[in-house]
């Protein structure tokens, strides 16, 4: 049921606010005088010590889940101080990677059933790793496999490409780096401060989804372009790869999400005043940089979209040069929570204005069961 909207991919987007309190509910511990916030995942909780000693953490996904597992490493290994790699499941099938028995093995799938995921997980069970799923539905193959898990219980998700489960797989892997990190008293304020922003999270979403007219607007704009690239790194390279993985799989616009720190070798020759370039410079860690890459695009004419921090459009476009989407800032490891919604938007309404299918991109599917 569509309710009040026209398609699942816009019904979706915009009951974020409702799917992420859906997943954290039951999970977030306020704490108290003596207590301190913390994170309850039921369905790992037996399982934390094998965690923590393990040597290694191996995040295997495909699309969309393999971008919310990229956008969720940097917290993971940051609070957890155990090394994080990143696998596509075809990949690691492609060239059978070592997997030991001292890995913890991350198994990130919306549906549950994606063949390539469904083919590692066999692999890396024969190899002995411990195996942990975190997937949208109960009962699905992933779920039953693996040997612990967490249900991200964002509710059904029905347009093909993916938005409401992708905020709530981040959310799921940020709190599985509080969970592990829990032991470490070091990062305790760090800790506590995720915990109050995931609290609020829900509602900067619901801010941030205010921006729909806006990125209705830019659409028109770009709906007769050829392509789009996209720029972000740190936390948000993640945000960059899924903003062009949408607007490609849904809108079928040529879109290339690109690693800003790689500017320099070879995506900088593509720069003219024609190509439309979204620059993600929300505040973090990486933010100084991110000005620098937007002053370099600048000097070769491009194109720039600059998604920053509310009230820093001055920081980002000195003299008003380029178009500035600006968003509410969070904690960063939660940043891409709230940065990617407003280009889930321009695809859907890009994918809308060029008149193609939304729920039903061509030639794809929702759960792909095939290798
Ligand atoms: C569980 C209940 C929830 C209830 C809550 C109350 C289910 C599905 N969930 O939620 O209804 O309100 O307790 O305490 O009944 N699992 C895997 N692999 C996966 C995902 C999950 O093995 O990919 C396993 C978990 O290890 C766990 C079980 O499935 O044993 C349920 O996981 P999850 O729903 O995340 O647990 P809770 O949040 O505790
Ligand atoms: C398909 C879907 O390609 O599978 C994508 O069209 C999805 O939206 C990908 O990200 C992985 O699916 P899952 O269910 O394993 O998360």
Redesign the pocket.
């Known amino acids: 049921n569509k309710g009040k909207y026209e398609h699942y991919m816009q019904k979706e987007i915009h009951e974020q606010p409702e799917s992420l309190t859906t997943t954290m509910r039951?999970?977030l511990i306020r704490g108290g005088s003596c207590k301190a916030k913390s994170v309850l995942?039921?369905?790992?909780k037996d399982h934390l010590k094998t965690i923590r000693r393990s040597r290694r953490i191996v995040f295997i996904g495909c699309g969309t889940s393999y971008n919310a597992a990229l956008a969720s490493r940097p917290i993971l290994e940051e609070l957890c101080g155990i090394p994080v790699t990143m696998e596509i499941a075809s990949d690691l099938l492609d060239r059978l990677g070592p997997i030991y028995r001292e890995d913890t093995v991350v198994?990130v799938s919306q549906s549950?059933e994606t063949a390539d995921t469904l083919l590692a997980l066999e692999y890396a069970l024969e190899n002995g790793a411990l195996c942990?799923?975190?997937?949208n539905t109960?009962g699905?193959a992933?779920?039953?496999n693996?040997?612990?898990?967490?249900?991200i219980?964002a509710g059904c998700e029905i347009g093909v490409a993916s938005t409401k489960a992708y905020t709530s797989q981040i959310v799921v892997m940020v709190m599985l780096a509080l969970a592990i990190g829990d032991d470490t008293i070091s990062n305790q304020t760090r800790r506590e401060s995720i915990i109050d922003g995931l609290f609020e999270l829900p509602s900067k979403v619901r801010e941030v989804l205010k921006l729909d007219q806006e990125m209705k607007d830019l659409a028109k704009e770009l709906m007769s372009e050829q392509s789009l690239l996209v720029f972000g790194r740190g936390y948000n390279y993640a945000t960059a790869l899924e903003g062009a993985l949408k607007v490609k799989e849904v809108a079928l616009m040529h879109s290339e999400g690109i690693l800003a720190g790689e500017m320099k070798h070879g995506p900088l020759a593509l720069v003219d005043e024609n190509l439309p370039i979204v620059v993600i410079a929300t505040h973090d860690a990486c933010f100084s940089k991110q000005q620098s890459v937007i002053q370099q695009l600048h000097a070769r004419k491009g194109r720039l979209i600059v998604m920053c921090s509310k009230g820093e459009a001055s920081l980002v476009c000195p003299g008003g040069s380029c178009r500035v989407i600006e968003v509410p800032q969070v904690v960063d490891c939660i940043q891409p929570v709230v940065n990617i919604v407003p280009l889930q938007l321009l695809a859907y309404h890009l994918t809308v204005l060029r008149g193609y299918n939304v729920d039903q991109p061509r030639n794809l599917a929702k759960s792909v069961t095939t290798q």
């Open positions: 039951g999970r995942l039921g369905g790992i198994f549950g942990v799923g975190i997937t109960v699905s992933i779920a039953r693996t040997h612990c898990g967490v249900h219980n």
